[in-house]
């Protein structure tokens, strides 16, 4: 199994036009805007009150614990995001706003190491008393990955030694041994942060404790069924269902020991985030079941759970996966934390396989449902990402206060604005995947990467406008030749790639996904890599019965959509014809520097009087109307509308064409 060596964000910088635009508004107006949220200074928002539990229980100011039982989380994730802009470029005003917050954890840190807010003020006796229920672990998880970034970004160890602490704390709580217990988080993330504060420590017990929550899950005698009958079978959730979290173990994957488990199954932020830990405990242990299970559940969730636009979780009700081939468009849930859960599952896999459908998807993730989770003025989000609107029926009556036709503020439950955040942030950690083997390209993001590999240094730079732009090239700053292999990805979209170095076209045949280049490289070097972007008709599988007769449209790696603001009202009532062409055209206004698609299409032009229900009803007219489809993560950026990413196929029973 080859060996990975993380690249240190502080040697990579974005150059790319469309991403340094992003980073920078995440620097600019991101981060400081959640800074605001989390200390309840913006108007008209949910408030957060999230940096106020941490000073109440640091004993600073006076009140009670407000928001969600895991509100500490939001505060880690921001800390996360801070610390890979530090990494970027300096900025002293910021890393002084971050160095506060971490004194006011370390004051809020329990004399055990213990630190979770919401238990610390409002029920201390119960501490790690309901595992299935609530979130310490994830709390700590995040706060975990908080430190260890933090560390990696300014070399400080205040929040690495808090994380030390508490782990510690953890380690001595949770285990085999006599005394201690035997339970696992009811939402994962903690697995993969004690990984990661193992790789930054050298502290192999974290590494253990990792393995232990990861096999320990779905053991007999079910772990939530012992605690729940130790408290007097009370449940946290009784506003919710009286413990339907207990009862339903496969929502929190937790029905049958992972290695034993054959779907992508239960809520889908918990289940990426699981295996993205297992994942990562399967490189670096060398373990093989582990392996096949995570390419096993990977396949069930990418080729029969996964929406185009890389969205999982279909429903709402559990926020969750449900069964093969059932993606309903309009009540998608598809949150935005599930698709950047998927990337962090993804980078995991690249580590493990070199193999580039796991780049594909992280791509595909990336470009359409993680951005459309943020405006492109960096202060709205979205919490669900449907592939289908109709405001009039989604503005009201919902379960659930983020499923809006419209991006929030802010929402109750804050976890996807901190955690866009922070994935942006740390995009340029996911461009590349160091293996003994090769230095592979996973993303063609525009940036200068200083690499040590094979025992040389050099910069490689790559240059290029994509999404937009199909010319990527590659130019290696040497000081002197060096001997390596570069592996640059073949986009599965793309049919007809081509390749040359220094100007000679080279046979583009990819391994794996990856043209694998093996050579001595000079300094001055270029690799052009030429990805032909044609508008793409995509179809579905036959058992996907919502985009049944349907079709959408891909560039590159982006999914467009169908708005009202273009299209006008009834987009059910559009369809694109078979031989319908298309032209690219340049988007304007908050548009401006987007491709937008172009294309002839029909427009059903019913007979609207008459009752609800017809007896022999005539066939409807068809009328000729152009179409114009912007990028899916553009959507919702001009107001209020409808939205269709599946669009009919062709105008079945038309009578004529006026």
Not at 37 to 56: G, T, V
Not at 204 to 231: I, M, N
Not at 330 to 359: N, V
Request: hydrophobic share 40%; glycine share 8%; with cysteine.
């Amino acid at each position: 199994m080859s060996d990975t060596q993380d690249l240190d964000l502080h040697r990579i910088r974005i150059t790319s036009p469309f991403w340094a635009q992003y980073q920078a508004l995440v620097r600019d107006v991101v981060v400081p805007y959640q800074w605001q949220a989390l200390n309840d200074r913006i108007p008209d928002a949910e408030p957060s009150h999230a940096i106020a539990n941490f000073r109440i229980a640091a004993g600073l100011e006076q009140g009670d614990f407000f928001g969600m039982i895991f509100q500490d989380s939001d505060v880690a994730k921001w800390l996360e995001a801070v610390a890979y802009l530090l990494c970027q470029q300096a900025d002293t005003e910021l890393e002084r706003a971050a160095d506060e917050v971490i004194e006011v954890l370390a004051a809020a840190q329990q004399p055990d190491g213990y630190l979770n807010t919401y238990f610390a003020l409002k029920a201390p006796q119960e501490r790690w008393s309901n595992l299935a229920e609530c979130h310490e672990l994830y709390c700590a998880g995040h706060l975990f990955e908080a430190g260890v970034a933090y560390f990696q970004a300014t070399g400080k160890r205040r929040l690495l030694d808090v994380c030390c602490r508490f782990a510690d704390h953890i380690d001595g709580v949770f285990g085999p041994g006599p005394g201690q217990l035997r339970g696992y988080p009811g939402h994962p993330e903690v697995e993969l942060a004690l990984l990661r504060l193992h790789e930054a420590t050298g502290e192999s017990r974290y590494l253990e404790l990792a393995r232990f929550f990861v096999e320990q899950r779905g053991t007999q005698p079910h772990y939530y069924d012992v605690e729940f009958e130790k408290r007097g079978r009370t449940s946290y959730w009784d506003s919710h269902g009286r413990d339907w979290m207990v009862r339903d173990k496969a929502y929190s994957q937790a029905h049958a020991p992972i290695v034993e488990q054959r779907t992508a199954t239960g809520h889908a932020v918990r289940f990426v985030y699981l295996m993205a830990g297992v994942a990562h405990l399967a490189r670096l242990s060398g373990d093989e079941t582990k392996r096949q299970a995570c390419l096993r559940l990977w396949d069930d969730m990418v080729e029969r759970q996964m929406y185009i636009t890389g969205g999982i979780g279909a429903q709402g009700w559990g926020e969750s996966f449900t069964s093969a081939y059932d993606l309903p468009n309009d009540s998608a849930y598809a949150e935005s934390c599930a698709s950047i859960g998927l990337m962090m599952y993804a980078s995991r896999m690249l580590q493990l396989e070199g193999d580039a459908r796991f780049a594909d998807v992280m791509e595909r993730a990336l470009y359409n449902t993680v951005l459309a989770g943020m405006s492109l003025d960096g202060t709205r989000f979205f919490y669900v990402n449907p592939l289908q609107t109709v405001p009039s029926i989604m503005g009201g009556n919902h379960v659930y206060d983020h499923v809006k036709p419209v991006r929030q503020r802010w929402f109750t439950c804050a976890c996807c604005p901190p955690n866009i955040a922070r994935l942006l942030a740390s995009l340029g950690a996911y461009v590349y995947t160091q293996r003994d083997d090769a230095l592979y390209v996973n993303l063609y993001v525009g940036s200068d990467a200083e690499i040590r590999r094979d025992g040389a240094r050099f910069t490689l730079r790559q240059h290029g406008d994509y999404p937009w732009q199909e010319r990527v090239e590659l130019e290696i700053l040497a000081d002197a030749p060096f001997a390596t292999t570069l592996a640059v990805r073949i986009p599965d979209w793309c049919a007809r790639p081509r390749l040359a170095i220094n100007g000679e076209s080279v046979e583009a045949v990819p391994r794996k996904g990856y043209v694998h280049l093996q050579r001595e490289w000079r300094p001055g070097d270029r690799i052009a890599l030429d990805l032909p972007m044609p508008v793409l008709r995509i179809g579905a599988h036959p058992s996907l019965r919502h985009a049944a007769g349907k079709v959408a449209l891909q560039r590159g790696p982006l999914v467009y959509c169908l708005e009202q603001a273009d299209n006008g009202t009834d987009l059910h009532q559009l369809a694109l014809p078979a031989n319908a062409g298309f032209e690219l055209q340049e988007g304007n206004g908050v548009l401006a520097g987007k491709t937008l698609i172009r294309s002839e299409g029909l427009r059903v032009a019913p007979d609207t009087a008459g009752g609800l229900y017809r007896y022999d009803a005539p066939e409807a007219a068809v009328q000729r109307q152009p179409l114009l489809f912007v990028p899916y993560f553009c959507w919702a950026n001009r107001g209020e509308g409808e939205m269709r990413v599946w669009v009919d196929a062709a105008g079945s029973g038309a009578r004529h064409v006026a």
